[in-house]
């Protein structure tokens, strides 16, 4: 079974920065695409940001120039480096992969709470 584990959440002030890692097991990680999304209280999950197994990233028009998502293979790991928080940032934020359709696998998630 897939695991991933967030960690890295937190309480920051408008403005500050947080940094998500997820780790991730029983995978060939570094073959795999893998997901930020995160959800607001009594919204739909959405998606944050994408690294393919090519390090090529996508971003939520929301985050963009805000966030930045990396990996290191060599330690199954995906991280989101966010700056220049916002109070709408307030959300739980779940690492995810897909390993193919109607595969999608979750972490329990991480609270980040941005206070303005």
């Known amino acids: 079974q897939v695991q991933l584990v967030e960690s890295g959440g937190g309480l920051v002030q408008a403005g500050g920065s ?5 780790a991730a097991s029983r995978i060939i ?4 695409a893998m997901d930020w999304y995160r959800q607001a209280s009594g919204k739909q999950r959405e998606l944050v940001a994408t690294i393919s197994s ?6 939520a028009d929301s985050v963009k120039g805000r966030f930045t998502i990396s990996r290191d293979n060599a330690k199954n790991t995906v991280y989101l480096q966010m700056n220049s928080l916002k109070a709408e940032d307030t959300a739980v934020y779940y690492c995810s992969v897909q390993l193919y359709p109607g595969s999608r696998f979750w972490g329990q998630g991480t609270q980040v709470t941005v206070s303005s």
Do not use: H, K, Q
């Open 18 to 22: 947080l940094r998500l890692s997820c």
């Open 29 to 32: 990680f570094s073959l795999n």
């Open 54 to 59: 090519g390090s090529r990233t996508n971003y």
